[in-house]
């Protein structure tokens, strides 16, 4: 079956930076786009990031556009986030996705 399992989630100061992973199996991974999204306490979950099955094309939501990096490894089968410069509002349940599948998730908080 479909697993995708999160990770690199941690504390972090303002202006630090964290990798998330998202390991994946049971599907070829290659043949799927692929996104992160998030959830803040208290909020609804949101788009963060997105990227094409070849990882050729990626798109991001306004508020992380030119801090966070979206990229894949097919020969890892394992989507990852690069997230620079963060700031407190980052703070949320990072969960990839496909299709209609998610991870558990991974806590990243952005504190001082």
């Known amino acids: 079956q479909v697993q995708l399992v999160e990770s690199g989630g941690d504390l972090v100061q303002p202006g630090g930076s964290l990798r998330l992973s998202c390991a994946a199996s049971g599907f070829t991974f290659s043949s799927y786009f692929m996104s992160w999204y998030r959830q803040a306490p208290g909020k609804e979950r949101e788009w963060v990031a997105g990227i094409t099955s070849s990882g050729g094309v990626t798109n991001y939501a306004d508020s992380v556009k030119g801090r966070f990096t979206i990229s894949r490894d097919n020969a890892k089968n394992t989507l990852y986030l690069q997230m620079n410069s963060l700031k407190p509002e980052d703070t949320a349940v990072y969960y990839c996705?496909?299709?209609?599948?998610w991870g558990q998730g991974t806590q990243v908080t952005v504190s001082s």
């Open positions: 996705k496909r299709l209609n599948s």
